[in-house]
């Protein structure tokens, strides 16, 4: 039986170098007043207030990034809990979790 991967899996949920998210996360933060540096609207949307509206999209992606492999492993976790308690044998288990996680490529 094969590791039960999901795009979001493989891209997303892998631990990473702390280093790496967190420049990820500062780039993501950066490049929308840059764009609006180069546009020649930042002191507008400075004085504006509007900066909020800005920083919402890459604010949700950098959290996406940081809970995301938190988030694999306590599912890892609750799966082991779970075999404990389920009343089937171990390949059976794995059968069923594997089915039930299992995402075809064209499906995400």
Do not use: C, H
């Not at 207030?49 to 919402?56: E, F, H, K, M, T």
Request: glycine share 6%; hydrophobic share 50%.
């Amino acid at each position: 039986m094969g590791e039960r991967t999901s795009m979001f899996e493989q891209l997303v949920a892998r631990p990473r170098l702390p280093r790496l998210t967190f420049g990820i996360g500062l780039l993501l933060l950066v490049a929308p007043f840059a764009a609006a540096f180069v546009d020649g609207s930042l002191p507008e949307i400075l004085e504006s207030g509007n900066w909020r509206a800005l920083i919402v999209p890459p604010v949700v992606i950098l959290y996406i990034l940081l809970v995301a492999p938190r988030m694999k492993q306590m599912d890892d976790r609750v799966l082991q809990t779970l075999r404990t308690v389920a009343m089937v044998d171990d390949a059976t288990f794995d059968q069923t979790v594997f089915e039930a996680s299992s995402i075809g490529r064209n499906a995400e």
